[in-house]
């Protein structure tokens, strides 16, 4: 059964329940092999540090490794407790997809620890499965088409209308979601986000602009969607 944990037979030492050296071997080894893939999964289609690709494949290896080594013996487990505790982590915040990889490692690791090897293959496998479907055929994937537009008028120009009738003709949406004075407050700053009627004519809308704003600063650019939450 996939739910039969590898640690079912176990040797009894002393009054706690030892799990077989051979055993926790082979999940050690197992939990490398998924460690392997969870990091596979997390390079494809992602830009990403080699340092943590490195360190996805370790870390279900280690868990696997405390876990064993805990199982049974809540001694140890409140040694080991304590040890963790007196380590403190810093780290960038990371992306959604770096969260996940961090999870799915750590389970991989918990669950081969438990014994349940097949059944941690199952899960990182489906998981994978899964995740890979989703970035083959796209899922979630934003349109290209919107921008963030900023644009630098003189306080001279009077910006609620002067630029509707260029962003009516290349524009599909637009909204205008602030606006920063600067340089002591001779200038203004306009943030909008559109979306384009036709990408291809971006430079004709930006000439556009910039007869109206008097050559001055303007950037359009993908919105910047560099911190996701979960």
Same mark, same amino acid.
């Given at each position: 059964m996939i739910t039969d944990g590898i640690f079912t037979s176990l040797l009894?030492?002393?009054?706690y329940i030892v799990p077989r050296a051979g055993?926790?071997?082979?999940?050690?080894?197992?939990?490398?092999?998924? =460690?392997?893939? &969870?990091? $596979?999964?997390?390079?494809?289609?992602?830009?990403?540090?080699? =340092?943590?690709? &490195?360190? $996805?494949?370790l870390l279900p290896m280690v868990v696997c490794a405390v876990v064993a080594v805990v199982n049974g013996n809540i001694g140890i487990g409140i040694a080991i407790g304590g040890a963790f505790g007196l380590v403190r982590f810093r780290s960038a915040p990371g992306t959604a997809r770096d969260i996940l990889a961090i999870f799915l490692a750590m389970a991989a690791g918990l669950i081969c620890g438990s014994g349940y090897v097949l059944l941690g293959a199952c899960v990182v496998l489906a998981v994978c499965l899964i995740g890979w479907l989703l970035l083959k055929?796209?899922?979630?994937?934003?349109?290209?088409?919107e921008r963030e537009l900023r644009i630098t008028v003189p306080e001279s120009l009077d910006y609620t209308d002067s630029f509707n009738d260029v962003f009516r003709q290349y524009l599909a949406a637009c909204e205008l979601e602030k606006v920063k004075t600067t340089n002591?407050?001779?200038l203004y700053k306009l943030y909008y986000r559109v979306t384009l009627k036709d990408p291809k004519k971006e430079k004709e809308m930006l000439d556009a602009i910039?007869?109206?704003?008097?050559?001055?600063?303007?950037?359009c650019g993908l919105i910047d969607t560099s911190k996701p939450e979960l």
């Open positions: 009894l030492h002393d009054g055993m926790i071997g082979i999940c050690i080894g197992a939990a490398l092999i998924m =460690g392997v893939v &969870v990091s $596979l999964l997390y390079m494809y289609r992602n830009s990403y540090n080699r =340092g943590f690709a &490195v360190a $996805l494949v055929f796209g899922f979630g994937k934003r349109d290209m088409k002591m407050g001779s910039r007869v109206r704003n008097g050559n001055l600063e303007i950037v």
